[in-house]
């Protein structure tokens, strides 16, 4: 539908910190929520943190609860992902995604398209 571009990966230590951006051309984002997965070498992709669109609600995966926070900016043109305390199991391809909320057992967050992916390896 539109354009997802992520910014912000790199190579940082344990411990360290980094803050992922996601934007659409500058546009603002006009999906219900907002989210980031990531994909580490050989394994599937899996669920990091979602908001909605407004902000109002956050989710996030157990893993990284306490560490990475989620967050859009008043102009609803930038999603981005603070990572704190990074650990070398953190290491994979982020994605952003644009989607919607879903429940079944529990909430989901339900992607509907994608941004390429950014690197982050967490590496002494």
């Known amino acids: 539908q539109v354009q997802l571009v992520e910014s912000g990966g790199g190579l940082v230590e344990p411990e360290g910190s980094l803050r992922l951006s996601c934007g659409a051309s500058?546009?603002?984002?006009?999906?219900?929520?907002m989210g980031w997965f990531r994909q580490a070498p050989g394994k599937e992709r899996d669920f990091v943190a979602a908001?909605?669109?407004?902000?109002?609600?956050?989710v996030y995966a157990e893993s990284v609860k306490g560490r990475f926070t989620v967050s859009i900016d008043d102009a609803k043109t930038m999603m981005s992902l603070q990572m704190n305390a990074l650990k070398p199991e953190d290491t994979a391809v982020y994605f952003c995604?644009?989607?919607?909320?879903?429940?079944?057992?529990?909430?989901?967050?339900?992607?509907?398209?994608w941004g390429q992916g950014t690197q982050v390896t967490v590496s002494s």
């Open positions: 995604a644009a989607g919607h909320f879903s429940y079944s057992d529990q909430l989901y967050f339900e992607p509907d398209y």
């Open positions: 500058g546009r603002t984002f006009s999906s219900d929520a």
């Open positions: 908001l909605t669109s407004n902000g109002g609600s956050t």
